[in-house]
């Protein structure tokens, strides 16, 4: 089975999970660990918790929202292993695409699909907008 934990610094994962819910509904295959809501406290054993629910069968997609940001250095150390998978710098887009996607593909072909679909989703729309004369 395939599972999926985001990891941020401060609410943001609450956030990204309550407006994934909103759009896709609600799954139980989807953690989130806040970081630092309570103090400099290590999220170690929350990571620990959540890694040892896997089996030799299970798949994680970890998301995490800055690369060389402590959260992400963090799960490096903890939860690098055999099927764990480290996305870092995310978007709601990113979340939505790899979640959603079909549980038969592979895990790095979808998300590499939900990295480039979620870049093309980082736009400056003022630039869409601005009258042709401009």
Do not use: C, W
Not at 3 to 26: D, M, P, Q, R
Not at 67 to 94: D, F
Not at 106 to 121: D, F
Request: aromatic share 6%; no cysteine; hydrophobic share 45%.
């Amino acid at each position: 089975m395939r599972k999926y934990l985001i990891v941020t610094h401060g609410s943001f994962a609450g956030g990204i999970l309550s407006s994934f819910e909103l759009i896709a509904g609600k799954t139980d295959n989807v953690f989130i660990i806040e970081a630092y809501t309570d103090g400099n406290k290590s999220i170690d054993d929350k990571v620990e918790e959540i890694t040892g629910m896997l089996n030799d069968e299970d798949e994680l997609i970890v998301f995490t929202d800055l690369v060389g940001g402590s959260v992400t250095n963090q799960i490096i150390k903890k939860a690098l292993q055999k099927n764990v998978y480290i996305i870092s710098g995310i978007n709601l887009p990113l979340i939505l695409e790899i979640i959603l996607a079909d549980a038969g593909d592979p895990v790095e072909e979808i998300i590499e699909r939900g990295i480039a679909s979620a870049r093309e989703q980082i736009i400056f729309v003022n630039n869409l907008i601005k009258p042709a004369n401009d």
